[in-house]
């Protein structure tokens, strides 16, 4: 399975931005999808997370202005950012894991997202 981010860039606060990911060679593999981010000497965080049913969970932080979705038929997984503040600003992952699994195996080459006037 190898996914592939897009979307990443500069944009000013409060302005929006969407992350795609597509998973290759993923049909019947992947179950759950999300985005993870890191910043700079900050630990690797959960963003959001979406099941195969749509199912959602997301970080307090982003709640009410990030929204995760996915095409189960493209296996993509898209984010997007609304209101975005600077501290917002890392490199976004794209993360699959399979039915039952505890962690996620699969990950993107990531997309660099900042923030910033």
């Known amino acids: 399975v190898q996914l592939v981010e897009s979307g990443g860039g500069l944009v000013q606060p409060g302005g929006s931005l969407r992350l795609s990911c597509v998973a290759s060679?993923?049909?019947?593999?992947?179950?759950?999808m999300g985005w993870f981010r890191q910043a700079p000497g900050q630990e690797h965080e959960l963003v959001a997370t979406?099941?195969?049913?749509?199912?959602?969970n997301s970080a307090e932080s982003v709640k009410g202005r990030f929204t995760i979705s996915r095409d189960n038929a493209k296996n993509a997984v898209y984010l997007q950012m609304n209101s975005l503040k600077p501290e917002a600003s890392a490199v976004y992952y794209c993360?699959?894991?399979?039915?039952?699994?505890?962690?996620?195996?699969?990950w993107g080459q990531g997309t660099q997202v900042a923030v910033s006037s």
């Open positions: 993360g699959a894991r399979g039915c039952g699994a505890a962690s996620y195996p699969y």
């Open positions: 060679r993923g049909g019947g593999v992947i179950y759950d």
């Open positions: 979406i099941t195969t049913g749509s199912c959602t």
